[in-house]
């Protein structure tokens, strides 16, 4: 069967992460998440994540050559031979069309997933979110917050904000968004009749999973 590229697509704070890791248990295909990749790099302290380090931490993008090098790169691991899910890329149009050129190259067929989100949903939900820096798990003090608050479920870490979560960098990253990643729904809508656009907004992320399901469900029917 044809590998399945899932692209996630939505705002930061649409919940692309959250869904991703539900798709990761129910598909048993690889998440690949671009800021995951930059941010390991950051931590190392390699020459790739010190080129990039105040970029991040402005939440502007970082190059479109670097994103689409890692992401060429992780697409051919032997985890992501049945598929894998695109959180966060691509974001310009220069990555667009090298995702398409990628694909075809892999052989892999694409389902844009658009999470719809109102704006002050956005901000609300990223201002309160908070993430276990030893495991990653994400958490919200409004739609998901830890058991004992402040410290991670799994490993009891004490939860962090992340840099590119604190309020005047969330903002640049909604503009960012709207600038330069909004417009590609335009290019999908133009390249294939595989969009799915689902409301995100006000519904936990369960529902909202399963309204994501059930149209990967009817798409695969088709
Ligand atoms: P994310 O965790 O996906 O919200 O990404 C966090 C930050 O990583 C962004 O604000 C950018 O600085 C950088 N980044 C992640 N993905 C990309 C991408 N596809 N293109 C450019 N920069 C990216």
């Known amino acids: 069967m044809k590998p399945i590229a899932i692209i996630l697509f939505g705002s930061p704070g649409s919940g692309k992460g959250t869904q991703s890791k539900y798709l990761v248990e129910w598909l048993r295909i690889p998440q690949i998440s671009t800021g995951d990749m930059l941010r390991e790099h950051i931590r190392a302290g390699d020459p790739i994540g010190l080129a990039i380090q105040e970029r991040m931490r402005a939440g502007s993008l970082v190059s479109d ?61 990223m201002s309160g979110r908070r993430v276990c820096p030893k495991c990653g798990t994400l958490y919200n003090s409004v739609s998901r917050p830890p058991k004992v608050e402040g410290v991670c479920d799994l490993d009891g870490t004490p939860l962090v904000i992340r840099d590119d979560d604190r309020e005047q960098v969330v903002r640049e990253r909604l503009v960012q968004y709207e600038r330069q990643t909004q417009p590609l729904l335009e290019f999908f809508r133009a390249v294939n009749d595989r969009l799915i656009e689902v409301d995100a907004s006000g519904d936990r992320p369960e529902v909202v999973f399963g309204r994501i399901k059930s149209e990967l469900k009817n798409l695969v029917r088709k």
């Open 65 to 125: 050559d670097l994103v689409n090098q890692l992401v060429f790169e992780r697409i051919r691991q032997p985890d992501a031979r049945n598929g894998f899910i695109l959180d966060g890329y691509p974001r310009t149009p220069t990555q667009a069309e090298e995702m398409m050129r990628l694909l075809t190259n892999v052989g892999a067929g694409e389902v844009v997933i658009h999470l719809v989100v109102d704006y002050n949903v956005i901000i609300s939900r």
